[in-house]
């Protein structure tokens, strides 16, 4: 069964290099199948940057990748451009799709693009993508676990956080739940947690799960949360295992929470 590593929010320009060298590590011993890399790669959209997170997707040895820009992807400064090619260094590296989609035997990964040109950080989705997701999810076959990649988090733990929800979840999230979703998964707030999505949405048809990453490498770290990265393992009979690793000075990334997330094949 395949194993997912979620980096999220490197902010690269931020990078912390011991940090960095760890997730190299990690990626490493653990060797993942895919690489969920949802959003805010670059703390400024510059080149360089740019280049220094493609070198570390390569260095982490994954070949099954699905990168999504985030708000920081986007120049902030540099208007021109920002109107004009706001994907420029995001497509040069990471290639011309803003919402890739990984599918696999026993996985299915659908990125959206949630970054507009003219929202300096807040996400959006639309009527339009919200429905092309639908049909790729009731397209998938039995047995896939289903995971929705968004960068703006479609739930928050905690009032404060309101503001960074998704513009568009109410729409979307009951949505794609009801055509098959099982795990919703993000970034942006670097607030690691895991949840059900009932939490938010207690009318959902299906049971599915919130997962969202804290910031991978970047020294732009929260409430003193550490740098972390997810782990979601796909098991067979209808269970899958998320797992949080935290960075931890002089003994690299290890294991602080696991969640086993039932999943529910009666209907999608």
Not at 115 to 123: N, P, Q, Y
Not at 202 to 228: D, F, H, K, M
Request: hydrophobic share 45%.
């Amino acid at each position: 069964m395949s194993l997912l590593l979620q980096v999220s929010d490197p902010h690269f320009g931020t990078e912390r290099p011991e940090v960095v060298e760890a997730l190299v590590a990690l990626a490493q011993s653990r060797r993942p199948d895919v690489l969920v890399l949802s959003g805010d790669i670059t703390q400024r959209a510059r080149r360089g940057q740019f280049e220094a997170a493609a070198r570390l997707c390569d260095r982490l040895g994954i070949a099954c990748r699905l990168v999504l820009p985030g708000n920081h992807d986007i120049a902030l400064f540099d208007v021109a451009t920002r109107l004009s090619r706001p994907y420029r260094y995001f497509r040069e590296f990471f290639g011309e799709d803003l919402a890739p989609v990984i599918d696999r035997p026993d996985l299915l990964v659908i990125g959206v693009n949630t970054t507009r040109a003219w929202r300096h950080k807040h996400g959006e989705v639309s009527a339009r993508q919200i429905t092309e997701v639908c049909a790729r999810l009731r397209a998938s076959p039995p047995g896939q676990l289903r995971v929705v990649v968004t960068h703006q988090p479609v739930d928050v733990p905690r009032p404060s956080e309101e503001n960074n929800l998704l513009r568009g979840h109410a729409d979307a999230v009951p949505a794609w739940v009801a055509a098959g979703a099982d795990v919703v998964m993000g970034g942006h707030i670097h607030l690691p947690f895991v949840r059900l999505l009932s939490a938010r949405f207690p009318l959902l048809v299906r049971r599915a799960w919130c997962v969202q990453a804290g910031t991978a490498v970047s020294s732009r770290v929260r409430e003193s949360i550490p740098n972390s990265v997810n782990f979601i393992d796909a098991r067979a009979a209808g269970v899958a295992q998320a797992e949080r690793w935290d960075f931890q000075p002089g003994a690299g990334f290890q294991r602080v929470e696991s969640t086993e997330m039932a999943l529910d094949r009666g209907a999608g």
